[in-house]
């Protein structure tokens, strides 16, 4: 069983940046992925970014691509996701995941954080 939990939310103007962290307890398999979705109000969730725990390659959703940077720390089983260049579009309370599949579909993900909010003013 793995248990994951995100801080850095909170609020920002726009164009400023936040990094989220995502600290994971219990084993994490070098096949495992780590990383980001994010669920604005009103709409679906979507895919923001993924990283392979051991090889560390990286796949971004085309809307955060340039800006946001994903990251993991092997030795603390931690996940980050630097949010540059934030935009009020970006608001959303992010989640993070870990799974056995390098994917950008939510169901591949067995495990989920309770998720933490992000807010961008403009």
């Known amino acids: 069983q793995v248990q994951l939990v995100e801080s850095g939310g909170g609020l920002v103007q726009a164009g400023g940046s936040l990094r989220l962290s995502c600290a994971a307890s219990g084993r994490i398999f070098s096949n495992y992925a780590g990383g980001w979705f994010r669920r604005a109000p009103g709409k679906q969730r979507e895919f923001v970014a993924t990283i392979n725990w051991s090889a560390g390659s990286t796949w971004y959703a085309n809307s955060v691509k340039g800006r946001f940077t994903i990251s993991r720390d092997n030795a603390k089983n931690t996940v980050y996701l630097q949010m540059n260049s934030l935009k009020p579009e970006d608001t959303a309370v992010y989640y993070c995941?870990?799974?056995?599949?390098?994917?950008?579909?939510?169901?591949?993900?067995?495990?989920w954080g309770q998720g933490t909010q992000v807010t961008v003013s403009s």
């Open positions: 995941v870990v799974g056995k599949s390098y994917s950008t579909r939510a169901n591949d993900y067995d495990y």
